[in-house]
């Protein structure tokens, strides 16, 4: 997923994350599909695992 894009959205939803997470996330995002982008965020702000 674009860099910008993972910004624009950490910035806009940092106040659902703690300090600390906020890198993780970041890299996670950044090495996304942008097609598969919308069902991984719903992951990982769930906690829920993935499904194919």
Same mark, same amino acid.
């Given at each position: 997923?674009? %860099?910008q894009?993972?910004?624009? @959205?950490?910035?806009?939803? %940092?106040?659902?994350?703690?300090? +600390?997470? /906020? ?7 950044v090495t996304?599909d942008?097609?598969r982008s @919308?069902? +991984?965020?719903?992951? /990982?702000?769930?906690g ?5």
């Amino acid at each position: 997923m674009e %860099a910008q894009k993972v910004d624009m @959205y950490l910035m806009s939803n %940092a106040k659902f994350f703690e300090g +600390h997470q /906020i890198s993780m996330v970041r890299d996670r995002l950044v090495t996304l599909d942008d097609s598969r982008s @919308y069902n +991984h965020f719903d992951c /990982i702000l769930t906690g829920r695992k993935l499904r194919n």
